[in-house]
């Protein structure tokens, strides 16, 4: 049972189709890409714990798994227990799917962190963004993507940020939190029996706005010292006890500065933004493959295969409207070039101006060894996508906003 058919549930899906397995697909109605690859659908809310357990029951399933998403963790925890499948705990999940929680068990266990407080309302966050002093950051801590996350330099955007994270969240706190600085890096691994038994660093491309990050795409090799991913792999280590993950994908994002090391936040699940896809390019080996055989309770091991630099990134468009046109013929040749290029929508779809990580309308991942490279094809594919009769090239120029590494 795959929960989500989004986007990046897909290559999971499609991994297990490839593998032999009947796929099981969950997630609410709605127009997503998923439901075409799966054996079975259920169209039920994945926050709905006992109706996918029912869901799970009937199917007599030997695995739940998902990808690139914290919505549906806890309810893979919950299902895990109930049917006493391999994956990972309910209490974990809870822990790792509430940042206020998860920061509160990092804070028992001595994970280093920032500096927090929750806040019922807009008056607390103002007093903990005081007691801290700004900026700070104002967080929903109950979802992924960048959502809900807003940076607040002064009293005035304390009520705003706090409303905008109390939007959709259905939790009745907010999380306050210093600002750390540094450079930000994405970490992916695999816990098995309380041991990291994969972990790897990667350079984190973001947007930074003047009240939002928004994860842009990623890039392996990490270049950090040998003694600072030393300690990134003891903080992650320190934080995987701390929430109690195991038998599961690990997301993390962490800000490092000489050789030191601060974890922001753990996931129990693989990350977005063609992770998995890079790892495979890197490393040899085929992460989704690897997330669905610890789902079905084999042994799953990460012999590497060499290592190729390659990084991915999203493309977004800075505007609302229509995708007017596609010119194929020019994305083909990039894409015989080696560069693996994706389009989430056709001519006369609607997009999104990017405002969080999930208002993608593609992908780019290429075997490059830096970013100016990577923004050297990604301009390409922009000339090949027009929104609102022009090409997303001109319209990022005209926006004069330019995505960025923190």
């Not at 990046?8 to 032999?20: F, H, N, R, S, T």
């Not at 993390?252 to 000489?258: E, L, Q, R, S």
């Not at 050789?259 to 495979?280: N, Q, Y």
């Not at 999104?352 to 490279?373: C, L, P, Y």
Request: aromatic fraction near 8%.
């Amino acid at each position: 049972m795959i929960l989500g058919a989004g986007i990046y549930q897909v290559p999971l899906i499609q991994k297990a189709k490839e593998m032999g397995l009947e796929t099981i697909v969950v997630s609410i109605p709605g127009n997503y890409p998923g439901f075409a690859f799966a054996d079975k659908v259920y169209k039920l809310d994945t926050r709905d714990q006992e109706a996918v357990l029912r869901a799970a029951q009937r199917e007599r399933i030997d695995g739940i798994c998902t990808s690139g998403t914290d919505v549906a963790v806890v309810t893979i925890g919950y299902v895990c227990e109930k049917l006493g499948l391999p994956g990972i705990s309910y209490k974990a999940a809870r822990t790792v799917t509430d940042k206020a929680r998860m920061k509160a068990a990092f804070a028992a266990r001595g994970v280093s962190g920032a500096k927090f407080f929750t806040a019922a309302s807009s008056e607390e966050a103002k007093a903990a963004a005081g007691h801290l002093g700004y900026p700070v950051v104002i967080k929903r801590v109950d979802s992924s993507g960048s959502r809900g996350i807003t940076l607040v330099s002064e009293e005035q955007g304390v009520e705003k940020a706090y409303e905008d994270a109390m939007r959709g969240s259905r939790c009745p706190y907010v999380l306050v939190e210093e600002c750390l600085t540094g450079t930000e890096i994405g970490v992916d691994g695999f816990v098995r029996d309380g041991r990291l038994v994969f972990l790897e660093p990667h350079e984190k491309f973001v947007f930074q706005g003047e009240k939002i990050t928004v994860p842009m795409g990623h890039g392996f090799p990490y270049r950090g010292s040998e003694a600072l991913r030393k300690e990134i792999k003891r903080q992650i280590q320190l934080a995987v006890e701390a929430t109690g993950m195991d038998q599961c994908p690990v997301n993390a994002d962490v800000f490092v500065k000489g050789e030191k090391a601060w974890v922001i936040e753990v996931g129990g699940r693989t990350g977005a933004t063609c992770i998995p896809e890079l790892i495979e390019r890197y490393c040899g080996f085929n992460f989704y493959e690897k997330m669905i055989w610890n789902a079905l309770g084999e042994d799953v091991r990460f012999e590497q295969e060499g290592h190729k630099p390659c990084m991915a990134k999203l493309l977004m468009s800075p505007v609302n409207g229509k995708i007017t046109a596609v010119y194929e013929k020019n994305l083909e040749k990039i894409r015989m070039a080696g560069t693996a290029v994706a389009l989430d929508y056709v001519v006369g779809d609607a997009v999104a101006a990017m405002a969080n990580g999930t208002d993608r309308i593609g992908h780019v991942i290429a075997q490059v060894n830096s970013e100016s490279e990577l923004d050297n094809i990604i301009e390409e594919v922009q000339r090949c996508v027009a929104v609102n009769g022009k090409t997303l090239e001109e319209l990022w120029k005209e926006s004069k906003i330019i995505s960025c590494c923190i």
